[in-house]
């Protein structure tokens, strides 16, 4: 007996069999000139389900034929003698192709009937060739999965042929029963209703995903590749074109005119490989990218654009690109002329009986009835799905196949996204459709949004319910915070407190610190990420659907959460995108709400309507499901929820008593009251308040009474607070909050004297900057806090932060000395800006996106190396060398007033804002980076910079005026050098100007746009002894503050962005605008 040589790859438990017959046409011809000829032969109906052949020239012969007459390269004995007496008993062919012939085989070790996959013998001698076929076993046999084909063994034979084996299983291909449903035979449409086609679909979609989720891409789906078991099975064949994403030399050759190309057809479409060439996939269920060599990439969107082929398929009964010779049809897929399913439901004549649709895209001209389809119609909601799969930009499909699978979900229960807005901004009337917090401006099709703290689109129309929201956005400027949006929120009088009353999903929030979810101004989940960079495009998708809240951003899901508490309310009807003094660049938006489902469980239902505040009809519904006798689980679900409605029907009448009741207390403040589900919000902020007094008898969970003048808190003591916002108020004892369940604490700006009282609650963050702390900050010490926020509060140790998970500190203007406590933190973003540290290297193994120390005493910048900075200041230290941070991918550095005397390899490629000057950096260096930078365009500004400190070294005023940009009658010139207020205040006054006065909104905006980067400087506004007054003596009677806090601090103003703020300590060094009159 003759003894295969083989290696046992591993035992499946899967059947393959393909009833399917088709034809493989190979020729070789050459004209007379040498050049190929080309024939090409079709015979297909109008659905491309049919049969079809078509002959293309190859780089050589081979025929195939039913007779299995397959001889190897030399002319030996036949692949079927080969194995008649081995271990394997070869039966009748299964399947041919341009690679191997399949046939049924009797394993004679194991005493049963297998698939065998043999390697063609022509085929056979091409060491490329083999690679390839022993290739497609590998990466099946790793696929272990119930709807993946499992290969049992490979080897080869005494001849050298290779072969595998595979379990078969009897059956029938999707394109078979597509075939059958196609011809009206009525045992298939019982068996086969759509219902099925879409269970069989989904698990197509899972063998397509746990292959992605092994970076593996099919490159071949369609219907012939899919089989349909006889007892349930399905199964995804032929991973002959798979191919493992990012292997080395594994890129595929795609030729639309070239010598080799060969197209195989069977009855689901064609085909396209070659012999020593590679395969690239099948017309009509390939995705344009995968025909375009300039656009070939290996990328799973590609798979996802064949499954929504394959759903086209299964809708119409028809492939997408049915009709035309090749070249048309690869023409219409890169063009993405393919009518929608929907194009094929019959549509009433005016007379009124039915007829066959008109499509001008899909000329099929005869009436072929959708048996399988409810009432006949392919449904609109699965057509939409098709052709967003299918979409021609990669961009536009759906992320991942399981973003794909949950919409399909969604449909079979019964669950309809429906679209509310669709705006693309190339309607310049944005504030007709949303409305605007922050600055905002449109161009071109596309809306900026900028200035805001924070900023926002919210969609004018109401939106209750479960929420989807689809955007594309990037950010221009070098801060980088917030690609976010909110859903679920209450409208109200103060725009700013909008987002934060709802759900924020928060991509890149807390300055590029961290990925977050917030619920009612409170963190219900987070992570430390640093995603956002300058430039790049990305595509959000946020949803809501009852408790169940998800983010994915550019295809990958950033987080999936259940909110155990849902928020609730008739009032959360505010929706919108959300970001965060940032420059964002919006280019579309689409907004959906999800529809009554037709198919739901009573419990469902009742959390819908509870979730829109329809109280009493969802309390009805959990009674009757209570009283239905169920399960245990199912029981104290419905207990549950009848409490909660309950509870919120009774809150909810009660609402315009205390409504009415505050008003009264404080005649003329703005108060606001809402639900929180079982708590209350109110907001009195900016209210010229001083008492809490009538809250004392009200269940408030949430508190906004910032910038008012309440010293005492002693009313809210025992309630259930969650959330409190009392910056800016003389509150000096936090003693009434002992013991409350705060997760985040506002009180900034308040003359706080220990945090004592907080201690041992669950906060997450807590801002106390500008404190007067007597114990500094141990009170905090084992908290889980994940963003502190203490400047100016007299902290000299870090030490009760030790191994907390903080993503965000900002501890300015203290007297910290040592960093080794931030050891091995999550921290993204650290500020110690004015403290007495030297010692950096505590920070050298954290993921810090973002580091400011000005005005320390740190001269190494070793530490930093490894470090992923994007944004580092460390001006008015005693810095040396640049070299440490020289191969950084920094967006801005700010090194001025160091001991630098060059800026080494960055002349060559400096930061987009880069402001180094320093008085040890000679004359001659300074020439040389100005023309250095002047020879190139991207540079100008930084050729303008070392221009305008050369004039400031050679006080020469005139330069100056001259470098200054005029507007409306005044000239302006950034200057980037870093001094003091008062020291910059002198040279504005010695250059025959004075630092920038800001009369108004215009002049703002264009001392915004002098510096499209991003921009700290001086102006020539203070607060001296509570008035705000211009150096020159002008009232300020036009401000633009980011909030009262920075206003009504002494000293001098800073412009950040746009707006206005202020330095937190003293010894702040910055650049600074110099004005001068025409």
Known sequence: MFILKKCRLQIGWTALSVKTSFEVWMMNEQDKDGQDCIEETQRQDASGLGESTMKVSVTRVLSVTDKVDVQEDGGGEAVETVFEAGEYELGEVLGKGGMGVVYEAHDMTFDRKVAMKVMLGEINSNDQDRERFVEEARITSRLEHPNIVPVHEMGNDRKGNVFFTMKRVQGLTLTDVLNRLRKGDTKTIDEYPLSRLLSVFLKVCDAVSFAHSREVVHHDLKPGNIMVGDYGEVLVLDWGLAKVIDKPGGEHAVMLNGETMLVHTDEVGSDLRTITGTAVGTPGFMAPEQISPSARKDDKRADIYSLGAILYSILTLRAPSASGSLQEVLRKIINGEIAAPTAFNPVAAPTGPVRAPLNPLPPDGRDIPLCHCPTGRIPGTLSDIAMKAMACRPEERFPTVRDLQREIEAYQSGLTWNLVLEDDFSDPHVDARWDICGEWAWRDGELRLYGGEPQ??????????????????????????????????????????????????????????????????????????????????????????????????????????????????????????????????YTRVRVYTLGTPWKADLLDTADRHLQKGHYITALDLYEEVADSSPDAVRLARAQKGAVAARTRRQMHERLPEWRARLQAAWPGAPVDVRMDNNGLTVDISRGG??????????????????????????????????????????????????????????????????????????????????????????????????????????????????????????????????????????????????????????????????LHFPDNRVEDLSPLRTLPLTLLSCQNNAIASLAPVQDMRLATLTCGNNQLRNVGSLIKRPPANFFYDCPSIPVQELEWMHQLWSRDFRFAAHALYAETLLACRADNVKRLRKLAREYNGKHYLFVPRFLSWSDARAFAEHCGGRLVFIPSREVNDFLNAMLPQGSWFWIGLENRDGVLQWTHGEPCDFRMFLDPLREQTPGPKVFFNGNWTCEVHPRAHNGFMLEWDA
């Open 456 to 585: 926002f689109l919210m969609l004018k129309q109401p939106l209750s319910g479960d929420v989807r929201i689809d955007f594309e956005c990037r950010i221009e400027s070098v801060f980088l915070n917030d690609v976010a949006c909110f859903m679920s929120a209450v409208r109200s009088r103060n725009l700013k407190d909008i987002p934060a009353s709802g759900y924020e999903f928060k991509y890149g929030g807390y300055e590029n610190s961290a990925n977050v979810l917030s619920r009612s101004d409170t963190k219900l989940w987070s992570e430390a990420a640093a995603p956002l960079d300058k430039g790049v495009a990305y595509s959000v998708r946020a949803e809501r659907v009852g408790g169940h809240l998800r983010m994915s951003v550019n295809g990958r899901e950033v987080f999936n959460v259940v909110d155990p508490d849902p928020l609730s309310g008739s009032e959360r009807t505010a929706a919108g995108l959300l970001g965060w003094l940032t420059d964002s660049r």
């Open 689 to 850: 308040l001083v008492s809490l007094e009538p809250l004392r008898e009200l269940p408030v969970t949430t508190l906004y009474c910032a910038y008012n003048r309440i010293a005492d808190l002693s009313p809210l003591q025992g309630k259930p607070l969650v959330t409190l916002n009392c910056n800016g108020n003389p509150i000096a004892d936090l003693g009434p909050l002992h013991g409350m369940p705060l997760q985040t604490l506002l009180c900034e700006g308040c003359p706080i004297e220990s945090l004592e009282p907080l201690r041992g609650m669950p906060l997450t963050m807590l801002n106390c900057g500008g404190g007067r702390l007597s114990n500094g900050l141990e009170p905090l010490r084992g908290m889980k806090l994940t963003w502190l926020c203490c400047w100016g509060c007299g902290i000299e140790s870090l030490a009760p932060l030790q191994h907390m998970p903080l993503t965000g500190l900002y501890a300015d203007g203290n007297q910290i000395e040592d960093l080794s406590p931030l050891l091995k933190m999550p921290l993204r973003t650290l500020i110690i800006s004015g403290n007495r540290v030297r010692d950096l290297s505590p920070l050298q193994e954290l993921p810090l996106t973002g």
